[in-house]
């Protein structure tokens, strides 16, 4: 690693004045020691370098300014480097007022450092302060919804950025303002087909907003109605009959043969903990129950293949057809649980996965056999041999 006497020389390259050449040259330098953790921990040591780097951000050479993002992207994806480069670099009011400018072309890299610094509930209150503060969640969100609105940037991680900040109360409190039309805006992307990044974040943040159940039969109202699009990924092609189709929600009722699922199991598996934090309430089972939800994880559950996506669903379908708790206890999020109860659910739990698992793994060996049998038969009727 570099010496002090090393890294001063390289603090002098990075003047505005200095000959573009040698800034690029130095700029591509840091690069690659962002690469890597001991690059990363020898620059968390010179945040005057960083705040250098950072200043270049400005530089009228789009190759330098480039590096200086990517070093940031690198820097603010290390946990420990978070402080330095909010406290002393202090890059926060500079990018959120960057990210207002619709002509901006390093919006992306501005929405993937935000996403990275806000991941850590101590940083994140200071990314959502200066948010409010220079930009507002609001306009924030009104952003993100307005296709087109930087033509030079996809925005699509401002949709991680709004999940992170939404694991803060009073950013929770603020998406979920009855008398504004915020968190609405954000229900149609959890079947945004082009991004899985920006339905991930949308679904990311629902679920974090459900973790407040006051707010739940608001949700579940007419006048919300997220169920739909909680449940339309998660919906497939299959028949239902004609008392369950009825029963469910008009956007899900007789849906075509060529309905897909949500391809990716991480998002599912969100999806059914929305779902699963909804039935927490008395009128939030109520709710889901009327609303036929069951039907729709059953055709689910028979589709789906992965292991803990299928133990999120089955989790979900115990409560939507056991039996209601005794007199006292229908809030589950009030619920105390005993520890010694505690660790032996988790137990349990990590034991019901690996049944599940062993379960898939011996149906797909047997598919595979199947297969296998299937084409040596195809094979010996060929040669006119049949086996």
């Not at 130095?26 to 921990?41: A, K, M, N, Q, V």
């Not at 070093?71 to 500079?94: F, G, R």
Request: glycine share 4%.
């Amino acid at each position: 690693m570099l010496s002090d006497t090393e890294a001063e020389e390289l603090l002098g390259f990075l003047s505005p004045d200095t000959r573009p050449d040698v800034k690029g040259h130095t700029t591509g330098y840091i690069l690659g020691l962002s690469g890597h953790r001991d690059g990363c921990r020898f620059l968390r040591s010179k945040p005057d370098l960083l705040v250098a780097l950072f200043a270049l951000t400005s530089d009228p050479s789009i190759a330098i300014v480039k590096d200086c993002y990517h070093v940031l992207i690198n820097l603010s994806a290390d946990e420990t480097l978070h402080q330095v480069l909010v406290s002393d670099v202090k890059v926060l009011p500079v990018l959120s007022k960057r990210l207002l400018d619709p002509e901006y072309p390093f919006s992306d890299q501005i929405c993937t450092i935000l996403s990275n610094l806000s991941r850590l509930v101590k940083t994140c209150k200071t990314v959502f302060k200066v948010l409010q503060e220079e930009v507002g969640v609001a306009q924030l969100v009104d952003i993100f919804c307005t296709e087109g609105y930087n033509k030079k940037a996809t925005l699509h991680y401002l949709s991680p950025l709004l999940s992170n900040l939404t694991q803060l109360p009073e950013a929770r409190s603020y998406m979920m303002d009855k008398e504004r039309c915020v968190i609405q805006r954000l229900f149609p992307f959890t079947q945004y087909r082009a991004s899985a990044v920006r339905r991930g974040g949308v679904v990311g943040t629902l679920r974090n907003c459900c973790f407040d159940h006051a707010h739940h039969e608001w949700l579940l109202s007419d006048a919300v109605d997220v169920l739909p699009f909680l449940l339309l990924p998660l919906a497939g092609p299959e028949e239902l009959t004609e008392e369950e189709n009825d029963g469910l929600p008009v956007d899900l009722q007789y849906l075509p043969e060529d309905k897909k699922r949500e391809d990716d199991p991480d998002i599912r598996k969100m999806l059914l903990e929305t779902l699963l934090l909804l039935t927490a309430t008395r009128a939030g089972r109520d709710t889901l129950t009327h609303k036929k939800v069951y039907p729709i994880m059953r055709e689910f559950h028979g589709w789906e293949k992965d292991v803990q996506v299928s133990a999120a669903c089955e989790k979900l379908v115990h409560v939507l057809i056991g039996d209601e708790p005794e007199q006292g206890m229908e809030n589950l999020m009030e619920v105390k649980i005993p520890e010694d109860v505690e660790v032996k659910l988790k137990e349990a739990d990590v034991k019901e996965l690996q049944e599940l698992e062993k379960m898939m793994q011996e149906e797909e060996e047997e598919e595979r056999k199947k297969k296998s049998d299937a084409e040596e038969t195809d094979k010996g009727q060929e040669s006119g041999l049949i086996r």
